[in-house]
């Protein structure tokens, strides 16, 4: 869908499949912090008018509109009015969310940013939703006890658990939390993640995080080529 900002006049893109299609959503625009409203995408024709071209403008009539998916707690995103999301566009780089208390973040930033990875730190899990809805992240980090909510049967793994295999296979989940065994392979089958740390590891991060990137590429190295080759990536 193509936006434009009423007041620098701005104009930028977000993927049709991120904007739900049932509910307006109020961003900030990323250059002068003007509160933007999209419509729902049934509304589409009023944003740009009768003489626009709509192909031109929508890309794809696909929606994510999952309510198990959206929620924190018994409240559905977009459902506070008063809640706004600063658009942030970032190019050609591979972005990590980091969803951890701030006493964690000293270990987690620099072994991140070490891998190439964007470092982005949510402070809520519905920021982090609302995050997820407008980026692909190719890294993630979820601590144990983050905004107060256990891992198993949170927000977080519930929105995760519920996009598509094909979404979900291109990123690298990594979990933190006192109950863990660091680098066990079945516990962090059994989560649905890619790893899992025992937060008195967490000093060894960057080691950590390294090899288990390392064999997470060489698992699927094999499956990511042949879909390449029949033009399916």
Do not use: W
């Amino acid at each position: 869908m193509k936006i434009s900002c009423s007041s620098c006049n701005s104009k930028f893109i977000i993927p049709d499949d991120k904007i739900p299609g049932d509910q307006t959503v109020k961003v900030n625009c990323p250059k002068c912090k003007n509160k933007i409203f999209i419509e729902p995408q049934d509304s589409v024709s009023d944003i740009f008018g009768e003489g626009d071209d709509l192909e031109d403008t929508v890309a794809s009539q696909k929606r994510i509109n999952d309510p198990q998916s959206n929620m924190t707690g018994n409240k559905a995103i977009g459902e506070d009015q008063d809640d706004d999301y600063s658009l942030d566009y970032y190019d050609d780089v591979k972005l990590a969310l980091v969803m951890a208390d701030e006493s964690m973040i000293a270990e987690i930033q620099p072994a991140v940013e070490e891998r190439n990875y964007k470092f982005i730190a949510s402070p809520t899990i519905r920021e982090s939703l609302l995050k997820f809805r407008f980026h692909h992240f190719d890294l993630i980090v979820l601590a144990e006890g983050f905004d107060g909510q256990q891992i198993a049967g949170g927000p977080i793994m519930n929105y995760l658990n519920h996009m598509s295999m094909s979404s979900r296979r291109r990123m690298f989940l990594a979990l933190i939390g006192d109950r863990y065994k660091t680098m066990d392979e079945m516990m962090a089958y059994a989560l649905s993640a890619n790893m899992v740390i025992n937060t008195k590891d967490l000093g060894k991060f960057a080691t950590l995080l390294k090899r288990g990137i390392t064999d997470n590429e060489k698992f699927y190295k094999v499956f990511f080529d042949i879909l390449e080759e029949e033009g399916k990536i």
